[in-house]
């Protein structure tokens, strides 16, 4: 909306019940109600956003980062009903939806991919065959999935059928498709992430990498950008960076998305999925590449051609981003919905707030509690460590649970600050603490990763600390 502001186009919100008073309601020029406070009666129902742009006369729909931003059925009934899905086309979004078609895309595109299957399993035999071929460990996954469900790693063969069984269950369960293949277990990776712009006359560019290693419960907490690894490995970044756009542009891309790759210990990569969605995390790429990918969101859609090539896209300095939640640290981190009575928010040099909140507004418990993404940027990775302390320091958040502190102590992890980031790296750091409950599946995971770590001796003292000493008054006499 303030993309949109700036442009000097209008805006229309939609909201459900309990959002009335919600700021994104309030930051619209208009608005339209659109149903009960649970999504499937509001936000995710393709019709009803249909008529409130009928409505309104509303051109197009951005559809956000949740709900049916990636569904390819909604972009299809837009396209039907002639009104701008700002986003990919369909087809593209039908195509990276599964998880087959979108490994058999990038292969053809020259895509490194984990070396595996593109087709269903049809069953333990062909499993127990392929996995003889690739080695274990290997990792069996829902063809509909994304996000961890309908995930299970096999580390012998005599594991394998059992896991087939419960991998294919839950990919029915959860996704209504059992089809579920193969693939090498990449280990101990990082999860790098590049992001691509391209417009619907062929052009294409990658716009850098971002990191996002720092995850919990496929949670993404803390996104950065450049990766301090591909900073270690600096031909990387070129070498995902057209890895990537080969591989939207065979699945016919247009628009903003993310193409997500593993990256292993020896600097080996490989396609994992794309989000045909803009992400969370944006905020990162915009603040070291100077590019606003809403507003190029909103011109490649109404068929604007790209004007920036890819020489022109140079990264500058540091930029780190966390998500503020409403949960509570006490109770391991679940949410904590409720009245925001008080709040103080972070400004000064390199400091960004997407926010969501403001004093007197009740966080609903219907939703995914994000209030606030906090990023900041600084010439260099510690300065910008050193920036979101500052920051969080300075940011009070009254009446609810929060995970601010949270932020401090992990900002303030030699290892963090040393940039040794993989996808198991919070798991390991909460089993450093104690206090927290975790699931059998978190603390083996943890466990493993936590020996690693101890023999290669990483423990450094930080470079950064959090301070947060305590107020003192000084009289003169
Ligand atoms: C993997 C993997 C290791 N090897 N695939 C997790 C979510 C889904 N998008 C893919 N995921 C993984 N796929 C292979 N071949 C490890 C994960 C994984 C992970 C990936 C990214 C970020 C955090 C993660 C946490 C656990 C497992």
Not at 259 to 275: I, K, P, S, T, W
Request: net charge negative; aromatic share 8%; hydrophobic share 40%.
């Amino acid at each position: 909306m303030r993309a949109l502001r700036e442009m000097s186009i209008g805006s229309v919100a939609v909201y459900s019940d309990v959002d009335r008073h919600a700021l994104h309601v309030r930051m619209a020029d208009e608005a339209v109600a659109i149903g009960g406070a649970q999504s499937s009666e509001s936000y995710l129902v393709a019709e009803k956003i249909i008529a409130a742009a009928r409505a309104t006369g509303a051109e197009a729909i951005h559809p956000g980062y949740g709900f049916l931003s990636e569904n390819a059925a909604f972009a299809a009934l837009c396209e039907a009903e002639d009104i701008v899905f700002i986003g990919p086309p369909s087809s593209a979004i039908t195509m990276m939806g599964s998880k087959t078609a979108a490994r058999e895309v990038a292969k053809r595109a020259g895509t490194p991919i984990p070396p595996g299957t593109e087709s269903a399993l049809s069953g333990a035999a062909e499993a127990t065959e392929i996995a003889r071929t690739i080695g274990y460990p290997v990792i069996l996954k829902a063809a509909a999935g994304g996000g961890g469900k309908g995930m299970r790693r096999v580390d012998r063969e005599e594991d394998i059928e059992g896991a087939l069984r419960d991998a294919t269950s839950e990919a029915e369960r959860s996704f209504k498709s059992s089809e579920v293949y193969i693939e090498k277990f990449i280990v101990r990776p990082r999860h790098i992430e590049i992001q691509v712009l391209g417009d619907m006359h062929g052009n294409m560019i990658y716009l850098g990498e971002r990191e996002c290693s720092v995850q919990r419960r496929h949670q993404k907490v803390i996104e950065e950008a450049p990766s301090p690894f591909i900073e270690r490995h600096p031909h990387l970044r070129r070498e995902m960076g057209e890895a990537a756009v080969a591989a939207a542009r065979a699945a016919g891309y247009w628009n903003a998305g993310t193409v997500e790759f593993l990256a292993d210990e020896r600097g080996a990569f490989y396609f994992l999925e794309m989000n045909t969605r803009l992400q969370v995390e944006h905020p990162v790429t915009e603040l070291i590449t100077g590019v606003d990918l809403v507003k190029w969101q909103l011109r490649i859609a109404a068929g604007e051609r790209l004007s920036i090539q890819q020489e022109d896209v140079q990264l500058r300095g540091w930029a780190m981003e966390c998500r503020l939640y409403a949960e509570d640290p006490d109770n391991n981190y679940m949410p904590s919905p409720g009245e925001i009575t008080a709040l103080a928010l972070p400004a000064g040099p390199g400091i960004r707030l997407d926010s969501g909140i403001y004093q007197g507004w009740t966080v609903p418990m219907e939703y995914d509690p994000l209030l606030i993404k906090l990023a900041a940027w600084a010439e260099t990775r510690d300065e910008v460590v050193a920036r979101l302390i500052r920051a969080l320091e300075e940011t009070h958040i009254g009446g609810i649970r929060t995970n601010i502190e949270f932020f401090l102590d992990v900002l303030a992890d030699p290892e963090f600050q040393a940039g040794d980031l993989h996808t198991g790296f919070l798991e390991a750091w909460f089993l450093r603490r104690k206090g927290h409950q975790f699931s059998d599946a978190e603390l083996a995971t943890a466990r493993a990763v936590a020996e690693l770590s101890a023999r290669e001796g990483k423990a450094k003292t930080p470079a950064v600390t959090a301070t947060r000493s305590k107020w003192k008054e000084v009289t003169l006499r």
